[in-house]
């Protein structure tokens, strides 16, 4: 079974903090992807990399960085977290293209910013 | 504006009664997923559909796909406790090389 992970369940932090989110996959996915997801809104794409040191924007990258050192690790970055940034993040992976896009999940960071 | 809308946003059913989600699209589909999301956790694909017409089911949910409308339903049988939860479709659409998701449809079933 494909397992992803993330760092942390639940994450309070404050205003003007440096916050690193985790997710690690161990299928040996190329593609992987961060997301927010805030009622009524769905899941927004932050940020996506299809292959190690690679990334690209998603949909809403404002204020927020990404790394990708190790294939099987991509890390989210919020330089300096605002309120706004309170949010469920998901990461997810999946591997390279080939007919399906399926992706998998990890559990999710419920990230508060005070 | 969404370019995958879900409806309904909530639904609260009575245990054992049937009830249908759908998922629409403003663009031509090229796959769609179904995840189901228990509150506060991350998703858990349950289906995907690929073709015009296709049907599939796992336990008491079939979910269809109607390429005509760009639309796809996800339907629960004799519904209990365990199916609540957030019910999200992804799609591949035209134009995106990506997934695309809707809002969600937050379902609650009543013992």
């Known amino acids: 079974d494909v397992k992803v992970t993330q760092s942390s369940r639940y994450l309070v932090k404050r205003t003007g903090e440096k916050v690193f989110l985790e997710c690690v996959q161990d299928m040996d996915h190329e593609n992987m992807f961060w997301y927010r997801q805030d009622p009524g809104l769905g899941l927004r794409l932050i940020y996506f990399s299809y292959d190690v040191k690679m990334k690209e924007k998603g949909d809403i990258p404002e204020g927020y960085s990404v790394s990708r050192e190790k294939k099987e690790r991509f890390s989210l970055i919020l330089e300096s977290a605002s309120t706004n940034q309170t949010s469920m993040y998901l990461c997810?992976?999946?591997?390279?293209?080939?007919?399906?896009?399926?992706?998998?999940f990890g559990p999710g960071t419920r990230l508060t910013v005070t | 504006s969404q370019e995958l809308e879900q409806s309904p946003q909530s639904l609260i059913v009575q245990e054992g009664k049937n009830l249908t989600i759908n998922c629409t699209s403003s663009k031509t589909l090229y796959g769609l997923y179904w995840y189901k999301q228990k509150y506060g956790e991350g998703l858990i694909f349950l289906m995907m559909l690929q073709k015009g017409g296709e049907e599939k089911s796992h336990e008491k949910i079939t979910a269809k796909l109607d390429e005509k409308k760009q639309q796809s339903s996800l339907h629960i049988t004799a519904s209990q406790p365990s199916h609540a939860g957030i019910y999200l479709c992804g799609a591949r659409i035209q134009g995106a090389q990506k997934l695309v998701f809707g809002q969600g449809t937050r379902l609650t079933i009543n013992p």
């Open positions: 997810a992976s999946r591997a390279r293209a080939g007919g399906t896009y399926e992706q998998y």
